[in-house]
């Protein structure tokens, strides 16, 4: 999970509205509600209908917060991913292909700054991680969130008419900013995504995944 945004100011200047893009983007992947979401998930988890021995454990990490070899080390042993959009949905690729109960990917996906920077991502690189699992053979849903659930920091940036831009001194203020992922709608995902594992056997194939649905 996505908590905090690390890594200050930015070192190069680009123009205000790509700038001004890239920043949205950076603090709608936040979440907001992580607490929340954990506790919920904690709860959802032992009402799941699973094959006889299995059991379930939610681990909550900050991937950025990892050495690789210990990223590795934990997506190698996890059956499904839940995550907000960015590379750290790429480290699916160390999951445990071949094994029983694997492997899934529920990927959380905020609005961009307008609908023309929404459309553009979904159409771009909005599908390369759906790609990346289905070609991997792993079970995928995406939870896209409205508009509505993103609140973002003011006085971190802003555009001039000029194209320029100002960052505001570089702190964002002390109120709750990032977004609101719908907890409903993400354990309906993440279910179906377990049941299609443990009931339907889908994953753990690289090809069926592949030639039911190559492209989205």
Known sequence: LRSS????????????????????????????NQDDLVQQLQAFLPTLTLPTGTTTRLVVQDLA???????????????????????????????????ALCCGVVEIFPTMASAADTAAMATTSGRGYAHLARKLGH???????????TTLPTGLLSSSTDGSSSSGG??????????????????????RVIRRITDGGEASCLLPEVHRTPYL
């Open 139 to 149: 079970v995928y849903e995406r939870v896209d969130l409205p508009s509505t659930a």
């Open 65 to 99: 917060a990892l050495t690789f070899d210990d990223q590795v080390r934990l997506l190698s042993e996890s059956s499904v991913v839940v995550g907000m959009h960015g590379a750290g949905i790429a480290s699916s690729v160390h999951m445990p292909i071949g094994t």
């Open 170 to 191: 570089g702190s964002a203020p002390a109120v709750a900013y990032g977004s609101e992922v719908p907890v409903a709608r993400l354990l309906e995902s993440l279910g």
């Open 5 to 32: 945004a690390d890594g200050g100011g930015t070192a190069a200047v680009v123009n205000g509205a790509a700038a001004a893009t890239a920043q949205h983007h950076l603090y709608a992947r936040l979440f907001r």
